[in-house]
C-alpha cells in the first residue's frame, strides 16, 4: 500500500476499533477454493501485527491502521473497511485493493 493510500473507516468499523484497542491490520491472505484452487484477498483484523515495525501505519479518525508492505494499492483508489455482524459475531471487511496487484506481488 502506498503511503498516500486513501484509507476509509465506517463509523461502525471505528467504534468496534476502538473499543477494541484501536488498530486495525491489513494483510493479504490466501484462500483456497472449493476445486483446488486459491486467490489472495484482503483481509482486515481488529489489533495490531506481532511486528508493527514492518507495516505502514496510518492514523484514520484515531484508529491506527496498520498495512502489510506487500498489501499494495494505486493512489487513486480508496478503499473502505467496514463491520458486518451476524448474531453476536462480529468482522471487519475491506473493499478497494486490487486483486490483481495481490496476485502479482505473490509470485
Known amino acids: 500500500m502506498t503511503a498516500n493510500a486513501a484509507i476509509r473507516l465506517t463509523p461502525d468499523a471505528r467504534q468496534w476499533a ?16 472449493c ?4 486467490a ?6 481488529i ?3 506481532d511486528d508493527p ?5 496510518h492514523m484514520v479518525d484515531g484508529v491506527s491502521v496498520y498495512a502489510a ?8 483508489q480508496a478503499i473502505t473497511i467496514d463491520m458486518v455482524r451476524f ?3 462480529k468482522r471487519l471487511v475491506v ?13
Do not use: F
Open 69 to 76: 508492505p506487500n498489501l499494495r494499492m494505486d493512489e487513486s
Open 40 to 45: 489472495m484477498v484482503p483481509v482486515a483484523e
Open 87 to 89: 448474531l453476536r459475531w
Open 95 to 107: 473493499e478497494g485493493v486490487d486483486l490483481d496487484t495481490l496476485r502479482a506481488e505473490r509470485n
Open 18 to 33: 476502538l473499543e477494541k484497542g484501536g488498530a486495525i491490520t491489513l494483510r493479504p491472505s490466501r484462500r483456497a477454493g
Open 53 to 57: 515495525t514492518s507495516h505502514h501505519r
Open 35 to 38: 476445486c483446488g484452487g486459491g
Open 47 to 49: 489489533g495490531a501485527p
